[in-house]
């Protein structure tokens, strides 16, 4: 089965957060998500080279954290969404529905950097 680990050098962006929802305009949070979406799609294109899509994909994320401050997995995951949708965008995954894509491990390690680091595997 076909894998791919993708490095971002830092945390899903504060403005995705669903606790900033409110207080982010609609066009800031639409801007930043184009921007998440184009983020990935270079750094996945690199290594995915126009394969074949994943028709069935587990994504599990690892949020690297400097610092000591607490951190909600729950909205860091949640910020990912337009990190999914790049995958979508770029062909490395067909779908993001319950059908084709499962969440595998979810987790955060406190570290001297910031970084979000995605693995997709594909499943049969």
């Known amino acids: 089965m076909r894998e791919i680990t993708i490095i971002i050098p830092h945390l899903p962006y504060s403005e995705l957060n669903p606790n ?43 949020f690297l954290l400097k610092g000591n401050r607490t951190r909600d997995l729950d909205n860091l995951l949640a910020a990912c969404k337009p990190f999914t949708d790049g995958l979508i965008d770029v062909g490395v995954i067909r ?28 499943i049969e």
């Open 20 to 62: 900033n929802l409110r207080s982010t305009h609609w066009s800031v949070r639409s801007g930043v998500s184009k921007i998440a979406r184009e983020e990935i799609g270079w750094l996945a294109t690199s290594q995915w080279q126009n394969a074949e899509p994943m028709t069935r994909a587990r994504i599990s994320y690892e």
């Open 95 to 122: 779908f993001d529905d319950a059908k084709h894509l499962e969440y595998g491990q979810v987790k955060a390690t406190y570290t001297d950097r910031d970084e979000t680091i995605i693995t997709v595997e594909e």
